[in-house]
């Protein structure tokens, strides 16, 4: 049975960083599912035939990083119907051999529940707002504004709402540098495979 590992948090915790390094690390397969929803976001027109629809070209959008596409794939991310059409490609990827690292906000608790690792990885708000800011050169102040609005939407809506899994272990990482994440997160998956 392929290994699983859900890593889920809300925006800028640094999911995406220590997911991208875990698969290298242990040669597996890694979806950002974010980039689902940014794709289907930014591709306009009716979310939900958006989301049906997507292929490689809608995710390779250069624009998909922005703070705009962050907003406006929150939304389309509250509606039932648009999770709905992109749950199969997500298990299917899931599933493959030898493993897959999957990061996003409900892999955990709804994509992939039985995952063998799950990681629940945060940081406090401020933290969160002034490496996303840094990365794409906006201003602090205006970046907490908006990754506090996406936060709440997020976690407040009725489907699949940004929370940790029960059984997920919560990776606080306000002071830890990204090689202490990272590794800290490998020291997860080794208590898993090695217990
Ligand atoms: O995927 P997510 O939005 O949760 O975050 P990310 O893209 O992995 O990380 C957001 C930014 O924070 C990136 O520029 C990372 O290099 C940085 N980062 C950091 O400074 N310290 C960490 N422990 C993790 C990420
Ligand atoms: O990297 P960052 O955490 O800023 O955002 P992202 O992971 O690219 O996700 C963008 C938006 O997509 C989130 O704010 C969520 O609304 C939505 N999303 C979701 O609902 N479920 C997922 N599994 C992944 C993302």
């Known amino acids: 049975m392929p290994f699983i590992i859900a890593i889920d948090g809300p925006a800028a915790s640094g999911k995406g960083t220590i997911a991208r390094a875990l698969a290298e690390r242990l ?20 979310p939900v035939a958006a989301a049906r629809d997507l292929g490689p070209a809608d995710l390779a959008r250069p624009d998909l990083r922005s703070s705009d596409a962050g907003q406006a794939a929150s939304r389309v991310a509250a509606i039932p119907e648009v999770r709905a059409a992109l749950v199969d490609f997500q298990r299917r990827f899931a599933r493959q051999e030898p493993g897959a690292v999957l990061d996003g906000r409900d892999i955990g608790t709804v994509i992939c529940p039985d995952a063998q690792v799950k990681l629940y990885v945060t940081a406090s708000d401020q933290v969160r707002a002034a490496r996303r800011a840094a990365e794409l050169g906006a201003d602090p102040a205006e970046m907490l504004a908006q990754l506090r609005d996406r936060d709440r939407r997020d976690s407040e809506r ?6 940790p899994a029960d059984d997920a272990v919560i990776l606080d990482t306000t002071s830890l540098g990204i090689e202490a994440a990272i590794a800290a997160a490998l020291a997860e998956v080794d208590r898993v495979l090695r217990p």
């Open 27 to 46: 040669g597996f397969h890694h979806l950002d599912t974010g980039l689902l929803y940014r794709a289907t976001g930014a591709k306009g027109g009716d």
């Open 158 to 163: 009725a489907t699949a709402p940004l929370k």
